[in-house]
């Protein structure tokens, strides 16, 4: 059975967490299964969007699997660990592909914990059934956010809710999430796919290029101030402006009819 489902509908890509009975928890085979799957995402030409959640009604993923990474401590297989997963099964993981342009919509249908809620926020849409819950206890287990949890969060929410939660390990109902702008959506578990396809079909309404180069630019630039953000050269943008779909845009709409975005 693997631990990573992987499914290819048209332009999207479904990457789902295979490991219901543990709660999506990530073992060292996981991250090499998820490694392979974003390489051939990103490869892949023909996909444009990808979708990312757990199986199952109760979880996204409740992050690393302790069992594993205890049986590995008391065996001295495991070694210190900080930020960051070089060396590691499945490195680079989602979580460091800085570099990765294509638009991903997580699928949150339950706990997003530890190294799953980092999943989560390395995202770029996520959609909850109001039923999740979001959290980092790293802090309580004696180890820290090593996937990018303690410098995601502090940047996509108020500071105090961030350094609140990862100090404490304290948790974001989904109503809390969606209040500080942590999440694009919530909606109760029986409309959760139904509004996940309604982001899809947006994003796929958009020219594929166009979306890589604004969150390339986006995320370069976040830090920068606005006068170089704008002198700023951005590979992804180089790409679209020269492409044909940056021509076809317009002529679609004086056309009045739907774009054919080629994507290349």
Known sequence: M????YDKRGHVAYVTLNRPEVLNAMDLATHEELGSVW???????????????????RAFSVGQDLKELAARNANGTAEPSSFGSRGKPGWPRLTERF???????????GYALGGGFELALACDIIVAADHATFGLPEARLGLIPGAGG????????????????????RRLEAAQALACGLVNEVVPAEA??????????????????SVRAIKEAARLSVDMPL???FTARY????????????????????????????GR
Do not use: C, H
Request: aromatic share 8%.
């Open 192 to 209: 959760l796919d139904e509004r996940v396809d309604a982001w899809v079909a947006d994003l796929l309404e958009s020219a594929p290029l």
């Open 150 to 169: 303690v410098f995601r969060l502090a940047r996509q929410v108020p500071y105090r809710t961030a350094m609140g939660m990862l100090m404490t390990g």
């Open 227 to 229: 006068e170089q953000a």
């Open 2 to 5: 693997p631990k990573v489902l």
């Open 39 to 57: 390489d051939d995402f990103e490869a892949d030409d023909d996909m444009w969007v990808g979708v990312l959640t757990g199986a199952g009604g």
């Open 235 to 262: 590979a992804w943008e180089e790409r679209r402006m020269r492409s044909a779909d940056a021509i076809e845009g317009p002529r679609a709409f004086a056309e009045k009819r739907r774009p054919r975005w080629q």
């Open 99 to 109: 570099s990765l342009a294509k638009p991903i919509v997580a699928r949150v249908n």
